[in-house]
């Protein structure tokens, strides 16, 4: 079964601390994988998109990793913000046609002044 | 460019009424989808729209889900009756091809209570 895993399931941390999400899939076989923000009453917005031949991408102060191999990522976030409190969520894309998305459960994150 | 816009922002309704929901993707964008989000979840597809064509509507309960794309551009998703686990954020999105890859794009989502 298609699946993606993501841990902690919440985190808590201070202003200016960095932090890393982790994500897990089983999905096979694979396209890419994303990781979206998704803040309180928003839908979610992409962050970083990699292929199965990327091992990292960054978009600012956000930096995805990519093992295919072992079939894990994560997100690193450095000198958080109180804005990235939010939950980010793992998305694995499937070939199917014009893709099908497989979806984590995401990891809430908490940032303190 | 304006994003995918979707209304209402929220609705409250009484189980067993009717309710529908209003999805009008990214101009030119051909794939449209429509994704049901519980609380403290990842979205789940209910279907998934190639021009007005649904390709994938395998995760839509369709005793009481209908969607429509009549003229491959905006959509309707309509749940009659509603019943209290249907309380969810439903959301749209719709996505376009950029350098090889399929980039998805959400609009904010419909909030609805069943009571």
């Known amino acids: 079964k298609n699946q993606v895993e993501q841990s902690p399931q919440s985190l808590i941390i201070l202003e200016g601390k960095n932090c890393t999400l982790q994500?897990?899939?089983?999905?096979?076989?694979?396209?890419?994988l994303r990781w979206y923000k998704q803040d309180t009453g928003r839908g979610p917005v992409s962050l970083t998109i990699?292929?199965?031949?990327?091992n990292t991408k960054s978009n600012g102060r956000y930096t995805a990793t990519l093992d295919a191999d072992t079939k894990q990522s994560s997100l690193h976030i450095t000198a958080s913000q109180l804005s990235d409190s939010a939950s980010y969520i793992c998305?694995?894309?499937?070939?199917?046609?014009?893709?099908?998305?497989?979806f984590g459960t995401g990891t809430r994150l908490k940032v303190l002044a | 460019e304006a994003g995918v816009v979707q209304s209402p922002r929220y609705k409250i309704i009484e189980k067993k009424q009717p309710v529908a929901f209003w999805c009008n993707p990214i101009?030119?964008?051909?794939?449209l989808y429509w994704y049901r989000q519980n609380l403290g979840q990842g979205p789940e597809l209910l279907i998934r729209?190639?021009?007005?064509?649904?390709?994938?509507d395998s995760q839509l309960p369709k005793d009481r889900f209908s969607a429509e794309r009549l003229k491959g551009v905006d959509s309707t998703l309509k749940i009659q009756p509603a019943e209290l686990g249907d309380s969810a954020v439903y959301l749209c999105?719709?996505?376009?091809?950029?350098?090889?890859?399929?980039?998805?794009?959400f609009g904010p989502g419909t909030r609805l209570t069943v009571t």
């Open positions: 999105a719709s996505s376009s091809r950029t350098g090889g890859v399929y980039e998805q794009y």
């Open positions: 101009s030119g964008h051909n794939t």
């Open positions: 729209y190639e021009n007005e064509e649904a390709v994938d």
């Open positions: 998305v694995v894309s499937a070939p199917s046609g014009t893709y099908k998305y497989i």
């Open positions: 990699m292929t199965f031949s990327e």
């Open positions: 994500c897990n899939y089983t999905v096979s076989p694979f396209s890419n």
